[in-house]
Structure formats: structure tokens, C-alpha cells
């Protein structure tokens, strides 16, 4: 089970039985869990919670609908608590218009007073958000919320809204309302939100997820959030379990971290992590916002031996498939690859490279007639039907990127491996359709499109 990135334990509704909820809480195995503050008497709660419960932490502040009660000693009390190691966020804050139980402008003072707690001490801040999207995304950019962070909790918007929040550089987090019958834009949000960014949440007592709606709810109901968002993004439970979990450890900073992964799984696929160096500097790549790809930490100390690869993938037949791939160019280290693809062929196992398709360029030969035989997929990253869109998205660092791209696809096809260009569907930048026109009718390749800042 992962971890419950806002719930209020330090709620009254949980008063006359919390021993009994949390003994729940850890029997269904949520390693960590965030009580969040909403005025001075629940944060205060929310830090003797995170004392006595060694998975629990807290985060201090005073919800909008209170924020008409927020004055100079209550933002002094909050800058005093929110220092506490304990304490890992500020907030919740924000701006609530659909309530309105607090004046427009105090809801504005008191969300960028706690903004500037949040930035004094280099905390998270946890925002809420309702009927006031853009209000409080020009609040968040005014403030420059990317320079401590946060998290969008209860997200309420649309797709387009999620790209707008990422803009900021921020988390954002789906609570049991994503179950609802009637919410099917929170869906496609979920959907459209990378993993990286990805964190899930109860927000109990609060929002019961659907099958268990008109009952209190728990942090054991994560269970049905984390069945969900598996099934609508393609992925299994442990994965959407791993990323929330490494999400929510980057983003309160809770210090406890993975160690880096040689091999992950990802669906029922195995990837090697090959390389931290790369040919290209792509803007979109997960490598410069994040250690992570589906809550797998690829950052590494150094690049692992054939041996360690190998070791690491277990059984080659236990799986669908064994991808070189990873953070960097997996050709730039090109025997060390058919070394291993010898091997998991010789077990029995499948292999698939995901490539700039620079390795000719780096071998200074063509190296499509050596994957013969040990490769049974090549994926290469096409990024566009021109050199100048290649180069204003992957930003290449060796000569002629583009050109050695599609030399590569030619000469993978003519050599009789399986082939496939792929796209990073990237708004205003990427004509998909011209790629794929492109890739098959000119270099009578298989065509994928990726969807933009959705990683694995």
C-alpha cells in the first residue's frame, strides 16, 4: 500500500476510535501518511499525531474557509511549527469560491501568507483549490511556488488545467472523488498527470470513494483510489503504489529515499537502466525534474557491469520483455548491451532497445547488423518529421542528430529487425501526423505515438 499524501486523522470525527483506525491503517500496509492541518487546533493535533505514530508527519495551516480568522499571531504561530522537522508542508491554503465562507481578499492574504511561510522555510506548500483555478494559478506563479514546491491536493480541474499546475512545477494529488460516476474529467486528469508528478490521497474523513460513499472515510480506503488509477493508466497496483510512495518521499523531503535500480518493472516489461549519459538533452525528458520513472529511482552512481544487469533482471522469461533504456543512450554502451541481449536470448528471454538511434554515429560503423539476433524490437525516438523539429525538441549533442536518426531506421529496417518510430506528442511543437507519415510511408517503419510528460 503506498502512501496517503493528505488525510485528517487529526480530525474530531476520529476521536473516540483512532487507536482502532490506525491499527487498520498499518495492517493494510500504508508506510506513510500525512495528517493536514486546517486551522491552529488541528495542526497543532497533526504534529502530536506525527509523534506519537512514527509513519504519520503533518503539515500546518488554516484552510480557506477559515481564512477570514487568519491574523498576524496566527501566521507567527504557523512560521513557528512549520520549522519543526516533523512538520514536512504548509498548508492546507488556498482559495475555496464555491463555499466563499471566507471574503475573497482574506482567502488571498492568508494564501500568500502562508506562501511565504512555505518559502522562508523551503516547505511544500499543500494547496486547495475549488471553483478557482485561475485565481489561485496567479496567485502560485506571482509567488513563485516553484522555488519550495507543492501540491495541487483534491485536484479539480481538467487536462489542461493539469498542464498548467505542471507548468508551475508542481505535484498534484487525487482524492476519492476521481470514483465518482460523474467524474470523468478528473479521470482523463488523472490519466494526463506523468508519474512523476502523480501523489494519492483520502482526504479523510472526507470523500469517500464510491463504494463505500455516506460512510466516515479512512486511509484504508486508498485501496480503491490505487485500484483505479492502476487500471486507467495501463499500469499495475504496485506500480501506481511504488510511484506514490517515491513521490511523496521527493516531495515532503522526508529524507528516507531508494536506492538507485539497475532493473525495474514497469507493467510486466523489465528495464535496464544502461546509462546516465545521453546524446540528446530533450526538454521533456523526466531525467532534468526528476530521480524517477513510475516511482523507479534510476539515479545512479555509476553505470552497472554486464554482470550487474544481467543479475538483476532475474529470469528473462518471467516477463514480457527485457528493454535496454533507462536515463541516458543505452548504445553508448554498445557492448556491454550485446552482452547482456546474448545472454537473455540465450535464457529464453525477449529484448527491445529504446535508442536516439545514435549508435551507428557513436561506433562510427553500422551497427544495425550486429543487433541481429539478439534484438527482437528496436524503438527509436523519431521526435518529429524534420531536423528542426528534432532539434528544438531533443537538442542534440552530437552533429547531424537528425540525420543520423533516420539513417539508422533505414538501416535497422533493411537489416531485417523489427522497427518502430516513436513521437513525444509534444502541443504546438509536434506535427504527430507528419511523423507518422513519415515514419511509414517514407521509411515503412511502425509508428507510436507517446503522449507528452507521461514516462513509462
Not at 106 to 118: D, G, K, N, P, V
Not at 339 to 359: F, I, M, S
Request: glycine residues 8%; aromatic residues 8%; charged residues 25%.
Amino acid at each position: 500500500m503506498p502512501a496517503d499524501s493528505h488525510c485528517h486523522l487529526n480530525n474530531p470525527a476520529f476521536a473516540d476510535d483512532l487507536p482502532v483506525v490506525v491499527r487498520a491503517v498499518e495492517e493494510a500496509g500504508i508506510v506513510a501518511l500525512l495528517n493536514v492541518g486546517y486551522d491552529l487546533a488541528t495542526s497543532e493535533r497533526a504534529i502530536e499525531l506525527a509523534h506519537l505514530y512514527h509513519f504519520m508527519f503533518a503539515a500546518v495551516g488554516v484552510h480557506p474557509h477559515h481564512a477570514g480568522d487568519v491574523d498576524d499571531a496566527t501566521i507567527a504561530t504557523l512560521r513557528e511549527w512549520g520549522a519543526r522537522p516533523e512538520v514536512v508542508a504548509i498548508g492546507e491554503t488556498g482559495l475555496d469560491y464555491y463555499r466563499n465562507r471566507s471574503p475573497k481578499d482574506a482567502q488571498e492574504r492568508s494564501f500568500r501568507a502562508h506562501l511565504a511561510i512555505a518559502r522562508a522555510l523551503n516547505k511544500p506548500v499543500i494547496v486547495h483549490c475549488r471553483d478557482a483555478m485561475d485565481d489561485c494559478l496567479r496567485i502560485l506563479e506571482e509567488e513563485s511556488v516553484g522555488e519550495f514546491g507543492g501540491v495541487m491536493h483534491c485536484f479539480a480541474g481538467t487536462p489542461a488545467d493539469v498542464r498548467r499546475v505542471l507548468n508551475l512545477g508542481m505535484y498534484i494529488s487525487f482524492a476519492g472523488n476521481v470514483t465518482y460516476p460523474s467524474a470523468q474529467t478528473l479521470r482523463d486528469s488523472l490519466v494526463a498527470t506523468p508519474g512523476h508528478r502523480l501523489l494519492i490521497e483520502t482526504d479523510a474523513p472526507y470523500l469517500t470513494p464510491a463504494p463505500h460513499r455516506g460512510k466516515r472515510n479512512d486511509p484504508t480506503m486508498l485501496t480503491h483510489i490505487v485500484e483505479l488509477a492502476a487500471e486507467l493508466r495501463g499500469v499495475t497496483r504496485a506500480d501506481i503504489e511504488r510511484l506514490a510512495m517515491t513521490n511523496f518521499d521527493e516531495l515532503f523531503r522526508t529524507g528516507r529515499g531508494f536506492a538507485g535500480e539497475v532493473a525495474y518493472r514497469i507493467r510486466n516489461s523489465v528495464y535496464l537502466n544502461v546509462t546516465q549519459s545521453c546524446t540528446n538533452e530533450c526538454f521533456f525528458c523526466v531525467r532534468y525534474h526528476s530521480d524517477s520513472v513510475q516511482g523507479h529511482n534510476l539515479r545512479l552512481p555509476k553505470d552497472p557491469t554486464a554482470d550487474e544487469m544481467f543479475a538483476a533482471i532475474g529470469d528473462p522469461t518471467a516477463c514480457d520483455e527485457v528493454v535496454f533504456c533507462g536515463y541516458g543512450e543505452p548504445t553508448i554502451r554498445l557492448t556491454r548491451i550485446k552482452e547482456v541481449a546474448r545472454r537473455v536470448k540465450a535464457a529464453g528471454g525477449r529484448v527491445r532497445l529504446n535508442t536516439n538511434g545514435h549508435g551507428s554515429h557513436l561506433a562510427k560503423r553500422n551497427i544495425a547488423p550486429e543487433l541481429v539476433g539478439l534484438v527482437d524490437e528496436v524503438s527509436v525516438s523519431l521526435n518529429g518529421a524534420d531536423a528542426a523539429t528534432y532539434d528544438a525538441v531533443c537538442k542534440p549533442l552530437i552533429p547531424h542528430a537528425w540525420e543520423t536518426t533516420v539513417a539508422f531506421i533505414r538501416d535497422a529496417k533493411a537489416a531485417g529487425l523489427s522497427v518502430t518510430a516513436t513521437v513525444v506528442a509534444i502541443p504546438n511543437l509536434v506535427d504527430v501526423e507528419a511523423a507518422r507519415r513519415f515514419a511509414e510511408d517514407d521509411l515503412g517503419v511502425k509508428f507510436r505515438v507517446r503522449p507528452y510528460d507521461l514516462v513509462g
